[in-house]
């Protein structure tokens, strides 16, 4: 009686071994990747039918499915508006009016531990 594996390798000329070397890998470094302590799973699918009346030929076909387990992806916070719109802020609180301090001018710097004070130019 011959192996599984040998009638395996011979489906589509070694095509099907290969591909499912392929998938194999594939899940590997996916699962690896996520690494959220999920697997994930290969299906094997090996249709055969008659090739013609009679003959004794068959049609040896496959199908192989990957079911992998996927990255999260990343949320936001947003905020819905009366319109159905959604923003990136809020619209209901006030907007603070920040702007940029001139960085060339000296600023003093004051060591809480000792009385001395010292001056430092900041750099951009």
């Known amino acids: 009686m011959r192996s599984a594996t040998d009638t395996l390798r011979d489906i589509a000329g070694g095509e099907l071994v290969e591909d499912l070397g392929e998938v194999i890998r594939e899940l590997n470094t996916a699962i690896s990747l996520v690494d959220n302590g999920k697997g994930g799973s290969i299906t094997v699918k090996i249709n055969i039918k008659p090739a013609g009346r009679q003959s004794g030929a068959m049609r040896v076909g496959y199908d192989i499915k990957l079911s ?36 060339t001018s000296p600023t003093t710097v004051r060591d809480l531990g000792t009385t001395t004070q010292t001056t430092v130019k900041q750099v951009a």
């Open 68 to 103: 992998k387990p996927s990255q999260p992806r990343r949320e936001s916070i947003m905020f819905g508006t009366p319109e159905g719109d959604l923003l990136a802020t809020d619209p209901t609180q006030r907007q603070l009016d920040l702007r940029d301090i001139n960085a």
